[in-house]
């Protein structure tokens, strides 16, 4: 009788990219659903976060650029980077997306700023 054996699932470049391309719409989905949900369309009307974060604003770009640069620098198990480097670009592809194709066209400013706004 044979044994069946598990195989890792072999991955390629352009799969990694697709899972992070779909990952980045599910989460800009949701970012805009979320947002839209709550009557928040400018950085004026989000600054409520400001008291939490001491002003500063967190763009997940910004966290998806720091997952990138440890998936590259740290010494990872391979599915484990994988998982990194499909987040991290996913964050990154969110972030520009929400950026660019929302808020630049409802504000006149794609909004990158560090800092929130005085409300």
Known sequence: METLALRP???TP???S???LALAIAMEGLTCGLRFAAHLQSTRDTAALARWTHGIRIHHGYVGLALLVLAVLAHLP???KQVVLVLGAALVLS??????LVLWPITGSPSFDLRYPAS
């Open 95 to 100: 972030d520009l997306a929400h950026h660019v």
């Open 18 to 20: 697709l899972a992070s």
């Open 78 to 80: 391979r599915p484990w």
């Open 9 to 11: 699932l072999r991955t």
């Open 14 to 16: 352009g799969m990694l």
